[in-house]
């Protein structure tokens, strides 16, 4: 019956479709082998992309150790967790707007960095007197200040109260809490580092001075 039906057909609509097929399926081949050739990049193995916010975290905690500030990260202030704490300030910086009232409601000092704010442009809303960064070229990086004040204590602590800063350094970054790896990564070796110092200045001072010669 089809036979019967294409018989009926004009002869140029027969010859139209039959080219119209060709044509197709010349396309599909000529694709088909494109990509074969050359396949499409896959974006989501193109390598790490680039996370805006955490460019800006890492802005906000060089300026602000750039003015000299001791940085407690992902700290809990009022039931908020915030970005950055300055324990010696008692100031909350947060990127989020609704963390943002509930710290002011709370009684909390608080300043707001929208993600798009550069690090260096925060001292504008700090609610305290800003000293002008310390050139990069004149700093000196001192690993073990570093390491007292990722844990919020003083260099010259002793070894309980560096145990008991970690302790809730680490309440507060371990990923079973909300935390993130890397956060807690840097405070168990910001432990190690702070320790070991303490460690050193105890045997120094436990060394008995030399007796006099009689």
């Known amino acids: 019956m089809v036979v019967d039906i294409v018989r009926l ?21 000529t694709f088909y082998a494109a990509d074969r050739l050359s396949p499409t990049r896959d974006r989501s193995s193109s390598g790490p992309r680039v996370d805006g916010a955490a460019r800006r975290r890492m802005e906000v905690r060089d300026y602000l150790r750039s003015i000299g500030e001791r940085v407690r990260e992902g700290a809990s202030v009022a039931d908020v967790r915030v970005p950055f704490y300055l ?3 008692e100031v909350a910086v947060t990127f989020d707007a609704h963390d943002y009232f509930r710290l002011r409601e709370a009684g909390v000092s608080a300043v707001l960095a929208e993600h798009e704010l550069p690090g260096h442009s925060l001292g504008r809303r700090l609610p305290f007197d800003v000293p002008e960064p310390e050139p990069r070229a ?40 909300g935390g993130d790896e890397a956060t807690f990564r840097r405070v168990r070796e910001a432990y190690a580092t702070a320790s070991a110092h303490v460690e050193a200045g105890d045997s120094i001072d436990s060394v008995p001075e030399p007796r006099e010669a009689r």
């Open 9 to 29: 057909l004009p002869a140029w609509l027969l010859v139209g479709v039959a080219l119209g097929l060709l044509a197709t399926g010349g396309v599909a081949a």
């Open 138 to 177: 004149r700093r000196t990086p001192d690993p073990v200040a570093a390491a007292f004040d990722e844990l919020g204590v003083s260099r010259t602590a002793d070894a309980a109260a560096v145990k008991r800063a970690y302790r809730e350094r680490v309440k507060e970054v371990h990923p079973d809490q």
């Open 87 to 89: 324990p010696e300030r």
